[in-house]
């Protein structure tokens, strides 16, 4: 993993300015296909996740000292590197290249102040029930030869490690103070006794052997079967059950009764870094709530509009609670729920064309989240397709409490994780063959969540919310994002405490019960990252209201969509300046 000798020869020495732009580009190209192959050897699960079947048979102990301090010398050489090329040399596009990899290198490094990995898991982030995903056969990680098998029995090896390390690292955050929320410890515990199973046949691990491929050869059928039921049983069944019996029986009487990032030592300094690093921007934690305040507002007015449209007779807080209990709005069964999904795909992909003129070329399907992750799941999520097309992007909605689940979110909700959201900013971004790999399976959260909530408000321009309700989904699904920026800076800036979390949503939102507190419980586990939607969505919107006025009937609604996406995801601050100069490129 160490930065290839001929690059580190290239790229060291003081920048001569009067070499050439080929010779420049050249260095920059070299450079970054160097850092990305160093990255992915380093990181191989990053490597399965893009389809790089290289290192299927790893898995890193990412969160052990060894590896972080790979990874933080690999930054620092790559930052010396890179700043060694001279960027007046460069093109636009790798001028672009160039500051997004120096950006990305200097927040990396910057996030080393933090002890993150000392809370190496929660019931929203935990590699353990990553790594069930992988393993059950219906994710990343390939079963279709019997090497794909073998493979999968060596990174269950290096997953053991993980564990290990992982509780190695929840003794020290005990000692250094620094340590997850009570609650959020109660929430992970049911989700690591899951897969402590007496039969290794009903572990989700044994799914690729239920469907081990029949070209597959008895004899490796018989092989492969022995040692997946040895593994299971006495791997990963132990190692899961360790895990749990540590943090109910050490951990959790040691976890803390606050909930804020604040209230960690440094926490105002760790939230205010993940602030600026979620949202690419430099907004306080204090203005972020303020327009999360003026949003929600603003938000409550639009919904009274609709009240008045379908002629409900009442106050807000009473429309809200009609809207999530009334039986008109829920299905019965969860397949409904995936079904009318579906129907949607069909409805909304044929009307993209009005607002777009460059296209995935992966299709993506519906699935429901799977039991084992569905009680602390959001409502929908979505995993990219596979580069070489083996497998299409999918769009996960949970079906879990299904009365919880109103049917007029699904409008919105579809558009934000499917069509023309994350499926069609995602497949888009790892298409573009002409950058390099970074930018084509990297990304900023704000960017490509803002992107995600954009979309929603392109509804009506695509031929849906024309029911009263579903626009009113929109909506309350928009208020939700503008709630998220008053309630996670409260929780992690102004010390909020969970319950005025859940009082603050109940009143300025439908939001049942289960969601509210799934949602808060997420905001405690990840702050900052509930923050990149409504930001984004709000940098964009702004783009396009200002490329709307300045250049008046000249306005492409298509034009402006490509250059939002053609380049991939972008820091909002970069994204702003490259839509400034396609103005004025428009105005002549």
Known sequence: MLLAAATLAACSGAVDHGQSTEAETARLHQLFEQHFE???????????????????????????????????????????????????????????SRDMFVSA???????????????????????????????????????????????????????????????????????????????????????LAAHVVADPETSLFWGPVARMPEDI?????????????????????????RLHDFLRDDYLPQARATVGLDALPNGDAWYAFMVRNTTTTDLTPEEIHSIGLAEVERLHLEIEGVMERVGFEGTLHEFFRFTESDPQFFFDEGEQL??????????????????????????????????FRERSAAGGSYMRPAPDGSRPGIFYANTYDIKARPIWAMESLSLHEAS??????????????GLPRFRRFGGFTAYTEGWALYAETLGTELGVYT??????????AEL?????????????NYGWTRQQVLDYMNENSAAPEARAVAETERYMAIPSQALSYKI????????????????????????????????????????EAKIDRWIETQRS
């Open 38 to 96: 160093d990255t992915l050897e380093l990181n191989p699960l990053y490597a399965t996740f893009i389809g790089d079947a290289r290192y299927n048979d790893r898995f890193a102990n990412s969160i052990g000292p060894e590896h972080r301090a790979e990874q933080l010398a690999l930054e620092r050489r790559y930052l010396d590197a890179i700043l060694d090329i001279d960027r007046e040399a460069l093109g636009d596009q790798d001028r672009l």
């Open 420 to 433: 023309p959201g994350h499926h069609f900013q995602l497949s888009i971004q790892q298409e573009l063959e």
């Open 480 to 492: 939700w994002r503008a709630i998220r920026l008053v309630v996670d800076t409260g929780l992690h």
């Open 467 to 476: 029911d009263p309700y579903q626009y009113y989904g929109a909506l309350s």
């Open 217 to 241: 050869s008895s004899a490796e059928r018989e092989r492969l079967t022995d040692l997946y039921r040895t593994a299971i049983a006495e791997k990963l069944v132990p190692a899961y059950a």
């Open 105 to 191: 290198r200097e927040r990396s490094i910057a996030a080393r102040e933090f002890p993150s990995h000392l809370i190496p898991m929660n019931q929203f982030y935990a590699m353990p029930s990553s790594f069930v995903q992988l393993g059950s056969g219906t994710g990343a990680q390939p079963f279709r030869t019997v090497q794909d098998y073998d493979n999968f029995l060596s990174r269950i090896d290096g997953f053991l490690d993980w564990m290990a390390q992982a509780e190695v690292n929840f003794r020290e955050g005990i000692e250094a103070g620094v340590v997850l929320p009570r609650i959020l410890v109660e929430r992970t515990l049911p989700q």
């Open 536 to 575: 984004g969505q709000l940098k964009i919107s702004e783009l396009r209201a200002r490329a709307e006025r300045e250049l008046g009937d000249r306005f492409d609604i298509r034009a402006f969509h490509t250059e939002v996406l053609k380049d991939g995801a972008l820091p909002l601050d970069i994204l």
């Open 338 to 371: 995936i079904q009318g999904y579906r129907d949607l795909q069909q409805d909304i992909d044929p009307n993209l064309p009005r607002l777009f003129e460059i296209f995935p070329k992966a299709n993506y399907e519906v699935r429901a989240v799977e039991p």
